[in-house]
């Protein structure tokens, strides 16, 4: 006979967690999410033509987040880049390290001064996330970069702040040897380690805040996505620019993100209906401990508006708009 108290534990260490995310600092681990290193003289000028923000204004400290689009402006990658002395550090996604090493590698032209090291069997990274973790790093001791999209290192230990992309929060990179010491650091100063990804969903889903693998995939751009604050309109030309300029331009985004409230979980990949046409897709979905079933979905226009009614999988679910990142 199952345990009647197991589910009643689970139930308790999900809230635990998802305060954490809402009100507090929780620890993701990230044994999957590597490291590249961009060397050589060119590095930047061979980001700056292939992928969507402004990398060659990056300056030590600083970092950008970018996106690696397709000649039809349809996001391929979308990773971090770390402005350092000797080299660019790329943060990319969830598994994505090396088929993103094997494209870069392969748009290397023989007069490019560029290397592409893959260091993911090195280096190690952990996300401390919610709205205390800026506290909670210092009374582990670690640095608090003061500013968005900045970084610190001290000790070999490389600390980004982001705001704008995935839950806020700080990215920890450190050897790979030094991680399970780092984990006990942070937890002992106060953060609450997610054991899964549930409570996590739940508060991207409600921050509307899209991720690779979700989202952000080659069916959309990154226009499409939210991310329109990642693609610099005043830099030249890169892959899939003429497109997305001309979206901007022209006004030809026709279907964007928005978050669905609906009485009953939505399943990932359910059409969006409104009137009998199908008008999108549900690209991710969530339970709530304070606002219930969600989920986010690309509509198109005009039923990507707030408060539109719409229909999946035979239920009602209401459209809700997101702000884009800092408003």
Same mark, same amino acid.
């Given at each position: 006979m199952?345990?009647p108290?197991?589910?009643?534990?689970a139930?308790s260490?999900?809230?635990?967690e998802y305060?954490?995310?809402?009100?507090g600092?929780?620890?993701?681990l990230?044994p999957q999410?590597?490291i590249l290193?961009l &060397?050589e003289?060119?590095?930047a000028d061979?980001?700056?033509?292939?992928?969507t923000?402004?990398?060659?204004? +990056?300056?030590? &400290?600083? =970092?950008?987040?970018t996106?690696?689009?397709?000649?039809v402006?349809?996001?391929d990658?979308?990773?971090?880049?770390?402005?350092?002395?000797?080299?660019?550090?790329?943060?990319?996604?969830?598994?994505?390290?090396?088929?993103?090493?094997?494209h870069?590698?392969?748009?290397?032209?023989?007069?490019d001064?560029?290397?592409?090291?893959?260091?993911s069997a090195?280096l190690?990274?952990?996300?401390?996330?919610?709205?205390?973790?800026?506290e909670?790093?210092?009374?582990?001791?670690?640095?608090?970069p003061?500013?968005d999209?900045?970084?610190?290192?001290?000790?070999s230990?490389?600390?980004?702040?982001?705001?704008?992309?995935?839950?806020p929060g700080?990215?920890v990179?450190?050897?790979?040897n030094?991680?399970d010491?780092?984990?006990?650091?942070?937890?002992?100063?106060?953060?609450? +380690?997610l054991?899964?990804?549930?409570?996590?969903e739940a508060?991207?889903?409600?921050l509307g805040?899209?991720?690779?693998?979700?989202?952000?995939?080659?069916?959309?751009?990154?226009?499409e996505?939210g991310?329109?604050w990642?693609c =610099?309109?005043?830099?030249?030309c890169y892959?899939?620019q003429?497109?997305i300029?001309?979206?901007?331009?022209y006004?030809?985004v026709?279907?964007?993100?928005v978050?669905?409230h609906s009485?009953l979980?939505?399943?990932e990949?359910a059409?969006?209906?409104?009137?009998g046409?199908?008008v999108?897709t549900?690209?991710?979905?969530?339970?709530?401990?304070?606002?219930g079933?969600a989920?986010?979905?690309?509509?198109?226009r005009?039923?990507?508006?707030?408060?539109?009614e719409?229909t999946?999988?035979g239920g009602?679910a209401?459209?809700?708009?997101i702000?884009?990142?800092?408003r």
């Amino acid at each position: 006979m199952e345990d009647p108290m197991s589910d009643l534990t689970a139930v308790s260490v999900k809230e635990k967690e998802y305060q954490a995310l809402a009100s507090g600092a929780a620890l993701q681990l990230r044994p999957q999410f590597g490291i590249l290193l961009l &060397g050589e003289r060119d590095r930047a000028d061979f980001l700056q033509r292939m992928t969507t923000n402004d990398i060659a204004r +990056l300056q030590p &400290g600083q =970092a950008a987040l970018t996106i690696l689009t397709s000649p039809v402006a349809r996001i391929d990658a979308v990773f971090s880049v770390l402005g350092r002395q000797d080299d660019l550090m790329l943060l990319a996604s969830d598994g994505q390290a090396d088929a993103l090493r094997q494209h870069l590698q392969s748009q290397i032209f023989f007069m490019d001064k560029v290397t592409v090291i893959d260091e993911s069997a090195n280096l190690g990274r952990l996300r401390l996330l919610g709205p205390a973790a800026g506290e909670l790093l210092q009374a582990a001791g670690l640095p608090q970069p003061a500013s968005d999209d900045h970084f610190l290192e001290e000790e070999s230990v490389i600390v980004l702040r982001q705001e704008r992309y995935d839950i806020p929060g700080y990215e920890v990179i450190s050897c790979v040897n030094t991680m399970d010491a780092l984990q006990e650091r942070l937890t002992d100063a106060g953060a609450v +380690l997610l054991a899964g990804a549930d409570s996590y969903e739940a508060r991207r889903v409600e921050l509307g805040r899209p991720r690779p693998g979700k989202e952000l995939t080659d069916a959309f751009s990154p226009l499409e996505t939210g991310m329109a604050w990642v693609c =610099a309109e005043d830099k030249g030309c890169y892959t899939g620019q003429e497109i997305i300029a001309r979206q901007l331009t022209y006004d030809k985004v026709t279907r964007t993100l928005v978050r669905l409230h609906s009485e009953l979980p939505l399943s990932e990949g359910a059409a969006v209906s409104f009137d009998g046409r199908a008008v999108g897709t549900v690209t991710s979905s969530a339970v709530s401990p304070t606002t219930g079933p969600a989920a986010l979905a690309v509509l198109k226009r005009p039923h990507n508006t707030e408060g539109v009614e719409v229909t999946v999988e035979g239920g009602a679910a209401h459209v809700e708009q997101i702000l884009p990142p800092g408003r």
